[in-house]
T-cell receptor, first 112, second 116 residues
Framework: GDSVTQMEGPVTLSEEAFLTINCTYT??????LFWYVQYPGEGLQLLLK?????DKGSNKGFEATYRKETTSFHLEKGSVQVSDSAVYFC???????????FGKGTTLSVSS | DTGVSQDPRHKITKRGQNVTFRCDPI?????LYWYRQTLGQGPEFLTY????????KSRLLSDRFSAERPKGSFSTLEIQRTEQGDSAMYLC??????????????FGPGTRLTVL
């Protein structure tokens, strides 16, 4: 079945450092790909998405590119802030509006 | 606030008891989802509805679990004869047509269940 694998955490960075969180997927079709974020004490929020190969999703300085050839959707940010400390989840859905399949999540901790 | 709401936020129960959770989706969203999240894991899909019709159920949804959305608005998730392994955060999400894209599911704050 479909699955999502993301890098183990926690990831600990200093403010203004470059961030990469790796995500790869297994799917039978052409899924849509997502990054969700969970800030401390808050619910899951959509951070960015990409619905077809080579699409780049971006939001709040974060970017991820849908790479079909490597089945990857790595999350990047050029300069992290303390306020980016959160748990990040990579996810896919085979078809719009159907179940999301999540990775295990990566905890990011940014210190000043 | 017009987001997804869930009630209760926390529930502590004894093994063997029945529990029921409620989810109120964003108004006019026609799809509603239930997920379960255990510590250190990502959310796992349980079931989803389009209006009042239950369109898909995960194999994780054992016979002790039942979900309803009787009028196509709020939904309930009932767990009968709870077990300690049911302890988790139960998340609800919704999405819909019109200005809302099916590609964005909006999540509620969750109901944390602890089975003693």
């Amino acid at each position: 079945g479909d699955s999502v694998t993301q890098m183990e955490g926690p990831v600990t960075l200093s403010e203004e450092a470059f961030l990469t969180i790796n995500c790869t997927y297994t799917a039978t079709g052409y899924p849509s790909l997502f990054w969700y974020v969970q800030y401390p004490g808050e619910g899951l929020q959509l951070l960015l998405k990409a619905t077809k190969a080579d699409d780049k999703g971006s939001n709040k300085g974060f970017e991820a590119t849908y790479r079909k050839e490597t089945t990857s959707f790595h999350l990047e940010k050029g300069s992290v802030q303390v306020s980016d400390s959160a748990v990040y989840f990579c996810a896919l859905s085979e078809e719009a509006g159907t179940a999301l399949i999540f990775g295990k999540g990566t905890t990011l901790s940014v210190s000043s | 606030d017009t987001g997804v709401s869930q009630d209760p936020r926390h529930k502590i129960t004894k093994r063997g008891q029945n529990v029921t959770f409620r989810c109120d989706p964003i108004s006019e969203h026609n799809r509603l989802y239930w997920y379960r999240q255990t510590l250190g894991q990502g959310p796992e899909f349980l079931t989803y509805f389009q209006n009042e019709a239950q369109l898909e159920k995960s194999r994780l949804l054992s016979d002790r679990f039942s979900a309803e959305r009787p009028k196509g608005s709020f939904s309930t998730l009932e767990i009968q004869r709870t077990e300690q392994g049911d302890s988790a955060m139960y998340l609800c999400a919704s999405t819909g047509t019109g200005v809302y894209s099916y590609n964005e599911q909006f999540f509620g704050p969750g109901t944390r269940l602890t089975v003693l």
